[in-house]
């Protein structure tokens, strides 16, 4: 039986036999029991980590520690409000906190906190929790942005849109007249999309 920790791009995470590219965690959000309760972050710091750090094998559920969260790709990371990690991913880190600031108009890379808050309010509904998204032109939206289309989430590629699921990305579409979507990537790491910096990608999306 698969541990609940594969993460949707709809910030869900779900029991899922699915492997992916990256891991990450929100802080501890499991039990004793190995199992998650209600709440789904006890850090404003979601990041996304390499899957192997100098061969060192760890507990993905130690006791009160953290939770490890695993994403299909950095396009889906992203899109649940993620952010890479400035520990085993500094050179990412790095080229994505320079994104965000070439993007936002700042002289210097902000710091890790920094980013987190902004990302914080915007992936988040305060009330009721559940993910925040916003409805962009598609024409505006950059590669390794994610959105909801017909229902289910979808990779922006080369302005088509690619169904996403465990088994990989679907054949690209572009339904004729479609100009809006709801989109799951935050605003923030939209703009660093934009700016330049380029998420891995699943080898379905066929662009490594």
């Known amino acids: 039986m698969p541990l609940q920790n594969r993460v949707l791009p709809t910030q869900e995470i779900v029991a899922d036999p699915g492997r992916g590219l ?3 965690n929100r802080g501890s959000l499991h039990g004793a029991d190995r199992r998650l309760g209600t709440t789904r972050w006890r850090s404003k710091a979601w990041i996304c980590c390499v899957l192997d750090w100098k061969g060192i094998r760890r507990d993905p559920m130690p006791p009160g520690r953290w939770t490890a969260l695993f994403f299909f790709d950095e396009a ?4 649940a409000g993620h952010r890479p990690c400035h520990y085993c991913r500094r050179r990412d880190f790095l080229l994505y906190a320079g994104a965000w600031a070439s993007a936002q108009g700042l002289a210097e890379r902000p ?3 920094a980013m987190d808050a902004v990302l914080h309010s915007q992936r988040v509904e305060s009330r009721s929790r559940r993910q925040r998204t916003t409805i962009q032109d598609l024409s505006d939206l950059p590669d390794g942005a994610m959105v909801r289309f017909d229902g289910s989430p979808a990779l922006v590629l ?3 849109l690619l ?3 465990w088994e990989g990305y679907g054949e690209p579409r572009r339904p ?3 100009e809006q979507v709801e989109t799951l990537t935050p605003p923030a790491n939209l703009l660093a999309l934009q700016a330049g910096f380029a998420p891995l990608l ?3 999306a066929g662009r490594n």
């Open 76 to 79: 889906v990371a992203l899109a």
């Open 163 to 165: 169904p996403w699921s």
């Open 111 to 113: 710091r890790a906190a």
């Open 158 to 160: 080369g302005q088509q």
């Open 176 to 178: 004729p007249g479609l």
């Open 202 to 204: 699943h080898p379905s």
């Open 22 to 24: 990256l891991m990450g």
